[in-house]
């Protein structure tokens, strides 16, 4: 993956976007939050095997069954008393 700060790619956007149709390009703005450009292909690629991915786990989920939405609950409640108790002891001991 090629990178390149923002204004090279202000400078030179044809060249740039003639290298992201065959590399993904990490365009870092100054101070700001990355991003990438890619080409339509590259991108349609990726979304294809992210519903391959979530179509195998809805296939699984039928075969192993799903999970059991009380149990779950119950569980998170039960981790999140836990929790809340463990931090007031902390705080009533001075840690």
């Not at 204004?7 to 990438?36: K, M, Y």
Request: glycine fraction near 4%; charged fraction near 35%.
């Amino acid at each position: 993956m090629l990178k390149v700060n923002e204004d090279e790619v202000a400078q030179e956007f044809d060249t740039w976007l003639q290298r992201a149709l065959t590399q993904p390009l990490v365009i870092e703005p100054a101070g700001g939050e990355a991003v990438v450009m890619l080409s339509l292909a590259e991108f349609e690629r990726l979304r294809e095997a992210e519903d391959e991915h979530w179509a195998a786990c809805a296939r699984r989920a039928n075969t192993e069954g799903y999970l059991d939405h009380e149990h779950e609950v119950r569980q998170r409640l039960a981790e999140d008393m836990r929790a809340r108790c463990l931090s007031r002891i902390k705080e009533s001991s001075g840690a």
